[in-house]
């Protein structure tokens, strides 16, 4: 793979190079390669259809997580979190020590590997949010909960420019990666204001149904607005905005 560095960027095929627009700019790369026809019959590639079905299963498993917590990575994710997250859940799968190679999946594997995983690259949880918290995973009951210490928002978080206030917003979530279903419980705190005043103690609390049978997520995140003449505005999309898996529990 090659990067365009003509003033004239090209899309399309000449003489067997293809180029093309990404994420990273204007590309070139040669085109053909083994037909889908001999990857999928014959047994030289045998290999390479067990990795594709595993790294299939990773990228579905991604999705539904993704999906499950769709309504706060609206205002938070990066634009190649999928891609990220994928490539956890392929390292979760590698895990299996159960399966056969190509039958390797989530559930067998190491799903706990994804606690800290961070959902934007360009605003880490962990640089961001330094106020003291303990997330909970109660699968018997199912009263899940991120309880957050007293802390002083002015200097336990890390605002961008801006900034004015801060919520901080938790869910927990059960996910069924087999069936592609999920239960999820979300919370938040009201907007602080990003100043010296202390915080009182709080809880987040993430009731779901008892006795879950799938792998059950905590993740924790933070929003940064703006307040203008009483009203909140969203700081350049959510850019700054950040959220974490805090808390995982497999089978």
């Keep these: 793979m090659a990067r365009q560095d003509s003033i004239i960027k090209l899309n399309g095929t000449i003489d067997g190079i293809s180029f093309y627009k990404s994420k990273d700019g204007h590309l070139a790369r040669k085109a053909g390669g083994v037909s ?4 999928a019959s014959d047994p030289a590639f045998v290999r390479t259809r067990e ?19 769709r309504g706060l990575l609206q205002k938070t994710a990066d634009s190649r979190v999928s891609s990220r997250l994928t490539a956890e859940m392929v390292r979760v799968i590698k895990a299996d020590e159960t399966s056969d190679r190509g039958l390797r999946n989530v559930l067998d594997g190491e799903v706990e590997m994804l606690q800290g995983f961070e959902f934007n690259a360009s605003g880490l949880l ?7 918290y303990e997330a909970t995973i109660d699968r018997a009951g199912g009263a899940h909960e991120v309880v957050l210490s007293g802390f002083v928002p002015g200097s336990a978080v890390a605002a ?15 996910i069924d990666f087999e069936n592609n279903t999920w239960d999820v419980k979300q919370a938040e705190t009201a907007f602080m204001v990003l100043g010296p005043q202390d915080q009182v103690a709080q809880t987040l609390a993430l009731p779901l149904p008892a006795a879950s049978t799938h792998p059950i997520m905590v993740v924790l995140g ?18 700054y905005n950040a959220l974490a ?3 995982v529990l497999g089978l």
């Design 126 to 132: 962990t640089g961001t949010l330094f106020a003291p």
């Design 245 to 247: 898996i805090v808390k």
């Design 51 to 69: 990795n594709g079905s595993e790294f299939g299963r990773a990228g579905s498993a991604g999705k539904v997580l993704r999906t499950a917590l």
């Design 160 to 174: 961008p420019g801006g900034a004015t206030h801060c919520k901080i917003l938790a869910a927990a979530a059960s």
């Design 36 to 39: 889908a026809q001999r990857i």
């Design 222 to 239: 933070i929003e940064f607005v703006q307040q203008v003449n009483g009203k909140m505005y969203d700081l350049k999309n959510g850019a």
